[in-house]
């Protein structure tokens, strides 16, 4: 199984960026995907789960901002981020089945 996150990049406040989590090779199932993030000097902390449309969490900290969405049957899954703050900056990771990415680099800055 390979986990692969992609559309990382540097973006002002109050600007969007939108991440991709693409899923590949053999496994029974999928029930849900995660995406994490951790920031220079600070714990990895849960962002958003999708398990289908309309069942889905986020983390207090980006609900309103963003919108996780996806396909579990074709196993992919994006993060939309909108209005994005310094604060949100960190390496965003995408888990799914307990196997995680190599992480995409989101910064905020002015």
């Known amino acids: 199984v390979h986990v692969e996150e992609s559309g990382g990049g540097l973006v002002q406040p109050g600007g969007s960026l939108r991440l991709s989590c693409v899923i590949s090779?053999?496994?029974?199932?999928?029930?849900?995907v995660s995406w994490y993030r951790q920031a220079p000097g600070k714990q990895r902390e849960l962002v958003a789960v999708f398990f289908s449309p309309g069942r889905t969490n986020y983390a207090d900290s980006v609900k309103g901002r963003f919108t996780v969405s996806g396909d579990i049957a074709k196993k992919t899954v994006d993060l939309q981020m909108n209005n994005l703050q310094p604060e949100d900056t960190a390496v965003y990771y995408c888990?799914?089945?307990?196997?995680w990415g190599q992480g995409t680099q989101v910064t905020v800055s002015s």
């Open positions: 090779g053999r496994m029974f199932s999928i029930n849900g």
């Open positions: 888990n799914s089945v307990g196997i």
